[in-house]
C-alpha cells in the first residue's frame, strides 16, 4: 500500500508559476500509474494531468494542456505538476493519486490519495 504526501502549493499571481511534488512510500512507486487531480470549492474534483509507469506516457485534462508538465522520478519516488501561465481558475486543492491497473482521467480508478495541497492565483 502506497502513501502520498503532496508539497509546493501555495498562493501565486496570475501569471505566475509553482512546482508541486508528490512523495510516495510503503510501495514499489514505479509499479504506480500516478496522477494530479484538482478540486474547487463548490465543484467536482477534476482530471488535471496521468502519468505511466516509466514516464512515457502522459495525459492531460484540456484546462491543462499547454501550460502544466506532469513528470517523477522514480529514483526519489516522486512525481511532479509544472504548473506555468496560472489562473485564477486554477484555484483549489490539487490531490496525487496512484493506481496500477491503468492510465486513467477518472477518479474512481484511483486507489491511493494523499491529503492534498491548496494552490490559490490571485488576479
Known amino acids: 500500500q502506497v502513501q502520498l504526501v503532496e508539497s509546493g502549493g501555495g498562493l501565486v499571481q496570475a501569471g505566475g508559476s509553482l512546482r508541486l511534488s508528490c512523495a510516495a512510500s510503503?510501495?514499489?512507486?514505479?509499479?504506480?500509474?500516478m496522477a494530479w487531480f484538482r478540486q474547487a470549492p463548490g465543484k467536482e474534483r477534476e482530471f488535471v494531468a496521468a502519468i505511466s509507469w516509466r514516464g512515457s506516457l502522459t495525459y492531460y485534462g484540456d484546462s491543462a494542456k499547454g501550460r502544466f508538465t506532469i513528470s517523477r522520478d522514480n529514483a526519489k519516488n516522486t512525481v511532479y505538476l509544472q504548473m506555468n501561465s496560472l489562473e485564477p481558475e486554477d484555484t483549489g486543492v490539487y490531490y496525487c493519486?496512484?493506481?496500477?491497473?491503468?492510465?486513467?482521467?477518472?477518479?474512481?480508478?484511483?486507489?491511493?490519495w494523499g491529503q492534498g495541497t491548496q494552490v490559490t492565483v490571485s488576479s
Open positions: 493519486a496512484a493506481n496500477r491497473a491503468r492510465l486513467s482521467r477518472y477518479f474512481k480508478d484511483y486507489d491511493y
Open positions: 510503503g510501495g514499489t512507486f514505479s509499479e504506480y500509474y
